[in-house]
């Protein structure tokens, strides 16, 4: 099992920046994808971006956040960040971290392992 929380959402203004932070804890070895979803309220859960663990942290991003979002990770201490620039309204959402064993994938059933999610609401 691999354990995932996040932390770091809040209230921001349009325009603004915030960096989110997924801990994992558990066979962390077990999986090779980390990822980022979003959630709006009444919308599915979208991709926002993921980066490959195992490897030379390869990254992919959703078009809608390319150029603003940056996933990046910290391998000693099994964390991924999401650092979110020019932060809009639309980009409001519960923010989930995700993990897998399978390689980077756009659809949350590719995922094994789910955060508990962490709030983010920009304010235009």
């Known amino acids: 099992q691999v354990q995932l929380v996040e932390s770091g959402g809040g209230l921001v203004q349009a325009g603004d920046s915030l960096r989110l932070s997924c801990a994992a804890s558990?066979?962390?070895?077990?999986?090779?994808?980390r990822a980022w979803f979003r959630q709006a309220p009444g919308k599915e859960r979208e991709f926002v971006g993921a980066?490959?663990?195992?490897?030379?942290?390869?990254?992919y991003y959703a078009d809608s956040v390319k150029g603003r979002f940056t996933i990046s990770r910290d391998s000693t201490k099994n964390t991924v960040y999401l650092e979110m620039n020019s932060l809009k309204p639309e980009d409001t959402a519960v923010y989930f971290c995700?993990?897998?064993?399978?390689?980077?994938?756009?659809?949350?059933?590719?995922?094994?392992?789910w955060g508990q999610g962490t709030q983010v609401t920009v304010s235009s």
């Open positions: 995700a993990a897998g064993v399978r390689g980077i994938s756009t659809a949350p059933n590719g995922y094994d392992y």
């Open positions: 558990g066979r962390t070895y077990s999986s090779s994808t």
């Open positions: 980066i490959s663990w195992r490897s030379v942290g390869s990254t």
